[in-house]
DNA sequence: AAAGATTTGTTCGTATGTATG
DNA sequence: TCATACATACGAACAAATCTT
């Protein structure tokens, strides 16, 4: 039955479809799409739900649009499908992750208690070295249940954000909660930076809520002050 | 003359009169506003042209809309002060300021650009001291627009937070930016925090944003680590 | 470099569905 | 119940910026 898809409005229907084909690949950042009069025939609907369409995607930092010219993807819609209201990342062009540990544990009792588990359960344990251009810039470890674990241990070798690997599988994170605060570099983490014992760091506890209101993620990521960069918008 | 006026579209300067109803306070917050039939009678302009401009306005935080019943202006209350969605706040019971600085320059050039001002315009700059249970804790130097100065200055002695003394005289503000990030202590600054030169000090650069979308504030925050706290929750 | 075609931006008009009061 | 008001959707025309020839 497609009864709610019936119900939707047409120009949600065509923003679902226009943002389909960026997902998949099939018009790419920095290329225009098709003119409107071209979307007019192929979806066979008014010039009205066609800009409807493209204005709200527009508005969610989708396409940019400019007078005479076919509307653009994008370039970096990153985090704009997902996070509304936030930016945040580190600085580099070179990105990538190593990973030091991944493992079961029984402890990490701080872990379980931000998970909601009881202190007889068992978290997946993952510690990443996060580096840009090649330089250390944060050590992350992160704690999941352990239902997320296999999920987890494939994906983590290659993406630096777990979450899109997590939504393919059907865990979808509907809230976020971070703590920002700083802390000095212990002697394991400054070899591991490439910093100074006692050294500042700035550290982000992040909670991560289900779709149920449970929580699926406990991470903590200690960042070198200079690579740290973070930008938050609010209404 | 005012031929750029006239340049504007219809859509935006039928939002720009409907802004002044709500700032001059004809429209008061959490009351509607006419229907769009009137105010088609009103402007003798089509429903399209009305409907665009309320679109904008909802945009920006200004009118909320719900089918069936007229745009209302949204209530700014107290709390816009304390964010939905953000907790952020020093460590301390005792918390209090101590003003180092207070003028109008011609310089900060950097200020000027965050504000949208022009490089030949004038800006109310203040630098202040926050302590917690007499003790240094946050370097905060903020500008406004020389406009909100006489305001400013009033408040500035005995308030934490400037915000409910500008919104006493019709300054609100619909959104704020903040980014976040880590510099080193000059040598003034270590004098000022009691630390050492060079020592790591978490910056916050914030712009607020007012109801028409103008800048009302940009200021830079400098705490030491040890008195930071910042939760941030997203949806 | 200029002219013409294409494309988006703005504005009007009209009609129907649906929620509010 | 029922009139009012907003949401969605169609069509048409001209202006302004861009792209192509």
Do not use: C
Not at 71 to 99: D, F, L, R, Y
Not at 130 to 157: N, W
Not at 192 to 220: C, F, H, K, N, V
Request: aromatic share 6%.
């Amino acid at each position: 039955m497609s009864q709610k898809q019936k119900k939707l409005p047409l120009y949600i229907q065509i923003k679902n479809k226009l943002v389909s084909n960026i997902k998949d690949g099939t018009w790419k950042p920095g290329v225009s799409i098709p003119s409107e009069s071209r979307l007019i025939e192929q979806y066979n609907v008014s010039r009205t739900t066609i800009r409807q369409a493209i204005r709200e995607m527009v508005q969610d930092g989708i396409l940019e649009t400019s007078r005479g010219a076919p509307a653009k993807v994008k370039e970096i819609p990153e985090e704009s499908v997902g996070n509304p209201g936030i930016v945040h990342h580190e600085i580099g062009t070179e990105m990538s992750v190593i990973i030091l540990r991944m493992e079961k544990s029984r402890t990490h009792y701080s872990a379980k208690h931000h998970l909601s588990l009881p202190e007889t359960a068992e978290v997946f344990f993952m510690e990443r070295l996060r580096t840009a251009d090649g330089i250390p810039i944060a050590i992350q470890r992160s704690f999941f249940p352990v239902e997320a674990g296999e999920t987890i241990e494939q994906a983590a070798e290659k993406e630096f954000d777990l979450f899109p690997a997590l939504g393919e599988r059907g865990i979808y994170h509907t809230n976020i909660k971070e703590h920002v605060s700083a802390a000095n570099a212990t002697q394991e983490e400054a070899d591991l930076l490439g910093m100074a014992p006692g050294e500042a760091l700035i550290t982000i506890e992040r909670t991560t809520l289900g779709i149920d209101a449970a929580p699926i993620e406990y991470s903590m990521t200690k960042y070198t002050p200079k690579a740290f960069n973070y930008t938050i918008e609010l209404e």
